[in-house]
């Protein structure tokens, strides 16, 4: 039982590249977050997905995308990375439904130069 | 929105004495949860809180959810090395939105042996 699988675990991009960041749970959860950690700041919400086929706005989405491509899978993407999305990305995922905790994958770090 | 906010943002502390973190909601919150992440690690769950007043212990670690559920902290006796980490709440949003789980800044927590 893996939990939740996010690749790559780190990544440097130039500014203006663009990529997708991979999360995959095999807990059969409904909902699916993405945050991103910088120094000072806590965990900021992107993205959140309450359940396959939805996606919503979390606080700072600006500059992503999200896809919930199945009940397993919610992938990030940025389409033209700035310096200002380097940072710690966290994929999480719970199924409320169950009153279930928030499980967090390992991290992906990102660097834009 | 709703909002988490946490004090303090550091706390450095000698092994033995106590800790506390304490978060604060602008709004009431259906429940709130804590979660620890070691340095270079993931947040972990910790526990959830939900009915106003509540106490819950493990080990050294109290949590108490306030009576108008808007306040919450974490409350650690006798610190050791092992309790190092920051230490986050979280709470779903207001209006409907019970999945949008924010997070406060978290109290980052060293311990002098």
């Known amino acids: 039982n893996a939990g939740v699988t996010q690749t790559p675990k780190f990544q440097v991009l130039k500014t203006g590249q663009s990529m997708t960041l991979q999360c995959a749970q095999d807990?059969?959860?409904?909902?699916m977050y993405w945050y991103r950690q910088d120094p000072g700041m806590g965990l900021r919400l992107i993205y959140y997905s309450a359940s396959e086929g939805t996606t919503d706005k979390g606080e700072v989405p600006n500059g992503y995308n999200v896809s919930r491509l199945n009940k397993r899978e919610f992938s990030l993407r940025l389409e033209s990375a700035a310096p200002s999305q380097t940072s710690v990305y966290f994929c999480?995922?719970?199924?409320?439904?169950?009153?279930?905790?928030?499980?967090f994958g390992s991290g992906t770090q990102l660097s834009v130069l | 929105g709703q909002q988490v906010m946490q004090i303090p943002q550091y706390q450095h502390v000698q092994e033995g004495e106590d800790f506390t973190t304490y978060c604060n909601s602008s709004t009431t919150l259906s429940n709130i949860q804590w979660y620890k992440q070691r340095p270079g690690g993931h947040p972990v769950f910790l526990i959830q809180l939900v009915k106003s007043g509540e106490v819950k212990k493990q080990k050294r670690l109290t949590f108490q959810f306030g009576e108008a559920k808007k306040n919450s902290s974490l409350h650690i006796t006798a610190t050791q090395t092992t309790d190092v980490g920051t230490y986050f709440c979280a709470g779903p949003g207001s209006g409907g939105s019970n999945y949008k789980l924010t997070f406060g800044k978290g109290t980052l927590l060293t311990v002098n042996p």
């Open positions: 807990m059969n959860h409904n909902s």
């Open positions: 999480a995922s719970v199924s409320w439904a169950r009153n279930e905790k928030l499980f």
